[in-house]
């Protein structure tokens, strides 16, 4: 067996090897990206995910209860861990109720500020500590991309939540945890919740034309890019602060939606503007904003520093996410 410590270095730039022998916590990793995560980690890595669902243990994979607001049974396994990523916050996709905006706020200040007072507690705190946020911490963006130098944040509730989000975890002072954070763009990827499905079913049925006017900038990432950054953020052990985690190309709205149909074989589909979307979200319990506020976010640090995406272009990460799906999860037939 490895050493515990054992790091390989990347054979070549683009090959960002998956650690071995780590103790990986994951805080709220139940849902899309947690198992992607897991997917990408399991394998090699002890992995821990914090949930308020736990189930069996899946291989190297363990569950452990936690609220994600108090101490419990769970703050045992932090101690001696190499890694660990919090991913933790109610769902933004639901209607912007008063009851609803202070559970978004609350779910994600809460849980870090736990997790925060629980590591200063330990013997041995986890060496890399990724906290997730969201890359729609920049403003509505037509004129040009946002990036961590150059990047202009207003105070929208959207934003106000995410600036919240990193707040609360920069205000957290750990001497032996070094501290990252991923803003992270709208993930696609073939595990089941992520926003892909609910795409393919709009193309699936014929629906899969642009929302809204259609030049809204999408800022998307592959799955396997979300992973492979924090892999080479635990490699890169010189390396801390804001990161944005996302494609360093991101499209319109229009070409999104018309590449997928390109990956599925869709040759039409229905354009939805912005009233229908309007009367839909009402229906559906969600808000337009987010399907039409433009996130035009670069990479730009992790890519000064290095850092090498698998997935640039947005046909290579569709035709991934395709290969792994069956043909009814995009043609009815």
Not at 57 to 62: A, E, L, N
Not at 192 to 201: C, D, F, W
Not at 240 to 256: A, D, R, Y
Not at 272 to 285: R, S
């Amino acid at each position: 067996m490895k050493n515990k410590n054992t790091f390989s270095l990347p054979a070549h730039p683009d090959d960002i090897p998956v650690p071995e022998n780590k103790r990986i916590v994951i805080a709220g990793g139940s849902g899309f990206i947690g198992s992607g995560l897991a997917e990408h980690f399991g394998q090699h890595n002890d992995i821990i995910i914090l949930t308020r669902r736990p189930q069996a243990p899946q291989g190297r994979v363990q569950y452990l209860a936690w609220d994600g607001r108090t101490r419990g049974e769970w703050a045992s396994a932090l101690e001696n861990t190499d890694l660990l990523i919090n991913l933790t916050g109610k769902s933004v996709n639901c209607r912007y109720t008063a009851a609803n905006r202070q559970a978004i706020f609350d779910s994600r200040t809460n849980a870090t500020r736990i997790l925060g007072e629980v590591i200063q507690t330990l013997q041995s705190p986890p060496r890399l500590w990724i906290n997730a946020a969201s890359a729609t911490i920049y403003r509505h963006a037509t004129d040009r991309p946002m990036d961590e130098a150059g990047g202009e944040i207003e105070n929208d509730f959207s934003v106000q939540v995410c600036k919240q989000w990193e707040q609360t975890f920069q205000d957290i002072t750990l001497p032996h945890t070094r501290k990252a954070i991923l803003r992270i763009g709208v993930t696609i990827g073939w595990q089941n919740g992520g926003v892909i499905h609910p795409y393919l079913n709009l193309v699936k049925f014929g629906l899969g034309g642009h929302q809204g006017n259609g030049r809204q900038m999408f800022t998307w990432i592959h799955i396997t890019d979300v992973c492979r950054m924090m892999a080479w953020l635990l490699h890169r052990q010189d390396l801390s602060g804001i990161f944005n985690c996302t494609s360093p190309h991101p499209v319109t709205n229009k070409l999104f939606m018309r590449r997928l149909r390109e990956s599925t074989g869709h040759t039409f589909g229905l354009p939805a503007p912005a009233a229908l979307l309007e009367l839909g979200a009402a229906i559906i319990g969600t808000e337009t904003e987010l399907l039409l506020k433009s996130r035009w976010v670069l990479p730009s640090r992790a890519l000064q520093e290095g850092f090498t995406f698998q997935f640039p272009h947005l046909p290579d990460a569709f035709g991934d996410i395709i290969a792994h799906l069956p043909r009814t999860a995009y043609h009815l037939f």
